[in-house]
């Protein structure tokens, strides 16, 4: 009974149309023309002229000072950010030099992940929902205007959305032990690109490992083996067990500060503040990081219902895609997708595996700051459950079946 309701509900699919080559031509047109429009109006800069904490760190590698100073001046080792990115763009510098040319290859590659993203959307979109909800979700993160501009961040978010996706498309199938191997060794590489997305990471292979009724031993021990290096660098050049980043209490205290809106304040991180920069050299970056988080502690626990207030208005701001207002499309595109999870409540696995990132990822940044391209890495999931959204819609004014989870078929 429930296969032939199966099969129903995907018999109009048949007549379907795969239309994902325009949508990769239009995804590639689009964010060629949002490069181009933003630089007209922003000259471009080389790359050692960005001031990023990534890319500071790249500079001193090349230099061959190390993985050191983040915020453009000799400060000694760091762990203020995992080294993969600042590794992959001292690579770009060490082919292209660090002038404009470095700052274009960058641009380029991020918009190479940004499409191949859009591609994946596509292809999960049609895998557990049918041709035309992949059509919808694709043409959606092909044209949002966030996932047009976060190639232009020199950052790892184009990188981490397409790594997060990855996790997304892979995990239904993950089940026997060399699967778990391989599952292992990409959350390694995750949180040596962006440790933020880890405990996504893990709740995602957690649910592929409750699924399969296994505990991944294997996976756990090629995490712990491919990861171990990290640590021990940090360890071995700071004197201290810093499993991930260093810098969680800077962010505490940028976001949590007597006159602060729930934001990083201007001019008052070590790169661009005399006092701060002089903190920062005199104590050391863990003796200033941790001299933040004391500051950021105190304050939470002598002012409660004003960080209740900043916490809630960072979890606005996160959602509507703006550290500072919201964002039409990216507000529009929350509120489809919470729309699309809603209508997955009869799907519960796949309920579970589209609403874990939603859920996890954004916890840090509701108690430090949240800003735009941080919800960036969010927004091509989003795009798909906006699009389930639109096909249900447009099946119910249709009065054809609307889409079946994938999931929800083969346990049917």
């Not at 960072?314 to 959602?319: H, K």
């Not at 595996?353 to 990822?361: E, K, M, Q, R, S």
Request: hydrophobic share 55%.
């Amino acid at each position: 009974m429930a296969s032939a309701a199966v099969t129903e509900t995907l018999a109009p699919e048949k007549a379907a149309r795969s239309d994902l080559a325009w949508i990769l031509v239009l995804a590639v047109v689009a964010r060629v023309l949002a490069a181009v429009a933003y630089f007209r109006a922003i000259p471009l800069r080389p790359l050692n002229q960005w001031a990023y904490e990534d890319v500071n760190i790249a500079l001193a590698l090349l230099h061959g000072q190390g993985f050191s100073s983040p915020f453009y001046f000799p400060s000694g080792p760091t762990a203020f950010m995992a080294p993969g990115y600042p590794l992959f763009l001292a690579g770009v510098m060490r082919v292209l030099g660090t002038g404009v040319a470095a700052t274009i290859g960058t641009i380029a590659f991020q918009i190479v992940l940004s499409v191949a993203t859009v591609l994946l959307v596509v292809k999960v979109s049609r895998r557990h929902f049918g041709v035309r909800t992949g059509n919808l979700a694709g043409l959606l993160c092909a044209v949002v205007e966030p996932l047009l501009i976060a190639p232009l961040y020199i950052w790892d978010t184009c990188l981490s959305a397409l790594i997060l996706l990855t996790a997304i498309a892979v995990a239904p199938q993950v089940r026997r032990r060399s699967h778990f191997a391989a599952a292992g060794l990409l959350c390694a590489f995750t949180a040596l690109v962006n440790p933020a997305l880890l405990p996504c990471m893990i709740a995602i292979f957690a649910w592929s490992a409750w699924r399969a009724r296994v505990i991944p031993w294997l996976g756990i021990c090629v995490f712990m083996l491919a990861f171990s290096a990290w640590p021990i660098r940090n360890y071995v050049s700071m004197h201290a067990f810093i499993p991930l980043r260093s810098n969680f209490g800077y962010e505490l205290w940028s976001g949590n500060q007597n006159g602060g809106d729930g934001d990083s304040p201007i001019f008052r991180d070590p790169l661009t503040n005399p006092a701060e920069r002089a903190l920062f050299l005199s104590q050391g970056e863990l003796g200033y990081m941790g001299q933040k988080e004391s500051l950021a502690k105190t304050w939470i626990r002598a002012h409660p219902e004003e960080f209740a207030a900043l916490t809630a208005r960072r979890v606005e701001r996160f959602w509507a895609g703006s550290s500072k207002s919201p964002v039409a499309m990216t507000s529009l595109l929350s509120v489809l997708a919470l729309s699309g999870l809603i209508l997955l409540w009869r799907s519960r696995q796949t309920l579970v595996l589209f609403g874990l990132p939603l859920l996890i990822y954004p916890l840090p940044y509701y108690i430090t700051h949240a800003d735009l391209r941080f919800q960036m890495i969010l927004d091509p999931l989003l795009t798909m459950l906006a699009g389930y959204a639109c096909e249900c819609f447009f099946a119910w004014c249709a009065r054809r079946p609307a889409p079946v989870s994938s999931l929800t078929a083969t346990v049917s």
